[in-house]
C-alpha cells in the first residue's frame, strides 16, 4: 500500500516529468497503484497522488469501460465540444464530492506500461476519469474547475476536518 498525498501535500503542485524508461520499477509501482486504488476503493489515480512526479496514471473500471488501464505519458488530443456535469471525488480531497462539467468524449495518446503507443477513444466514465487523472499530471485538481467560492469552501472544510489529524502527526 502506498501512502496518498492530500490537498494540502505540495507534490500534487509539481511540475511532472515524462517518463522515459519502462523498467522494472515502473511496473512495480504501476502494480502497487493498482493494489492502492482497490484498496481505496478508487477508480483512478494519478502518480502524484503517491508523491511521484510523473507523468501516468492508472484506471480501474467496474461499469461502463470494465478494466485496467495504465496511461503513460499521455495527451489528449481531442475533445468533444459538448459537455456534462457529473459529480467527481477524488482521493486526494477523501469525503468530498462536487459537481464538475467537462467534456463528454476525449480522444487520448498514450503509450502502456512497455512503451507501447496507443490511441483510445473514450466516452462515459472512461473519459471523465481519464480528464480527472490527466489533470493531476498538470497540476490541477477537480476543484480548481470550480467557482472561486465554491474552491474556497471546499478547501475550508476539509482543513477543518483534517485539522485533529494533522496535530497528532
Ligand atoms: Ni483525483
Request: glycine letters at 6%; charged letters at 35%; a negative charge.
Amino acid at each position: 500500500m502506498l501512502d496518498i498525498y492530500t490537498l494540502d501535500d505540495e507534490v500534487l503542485r509539481e511540475d511532472t516529468e515524462s517518463v522515459k524508461s519502462f523498467d522494472s520499477s515502473l511496473r512495480m509501482l504501476v502494480d502497487a497503484m493498482f493494489e492502492t486504488l482497490t484498496e481505496a476503493d478508487g477508480v483512478g489515480l494519478a502518480a502524484p497522488q503517491v508523491g511521484v512526479s510523473r507523468k501516468f496514471f492508472i484506471v480501474d473500471l467496474h461499469e461502463g469501460e470494465k478494466g485496467r488501464y495504465v496511461f503513460v505519458n499521455p495527451e489528449i488530443i481531442e475533445t468533444s465540444i459538448e459537455e456534462g456535469p457529473y459529480e467527481e471525488g477524488c482521493l486526494s480531497i477523501p469525503g468530498f464530492y462536487r459537481e464538475v462539467m467537462r467534456p463528454l468524449r476525449v480522444k487520448v495518446q498514450a503509450q502502456d506500461v512497455n512503451g507501447k503507443h496507443f490511441t483510445i477513444d473514450a466516452s462515459g466514465l472512461l473519459a471523465r476519469v481519464i480528464q480527472h487523472e490527466n489533470d493531476h499530471l498538470n497540476k490541477t485538481l477537480f476543484i480548481d474547475h470550480l467557482s472561486e467560492e465554491e474552491r474556497d469552501r471546499v478547501v475550508k472544510a476539509f482543513r477543518k476536518k483534517n485539522k485533529k489529524k494533522r496535530k497528532k502527526d
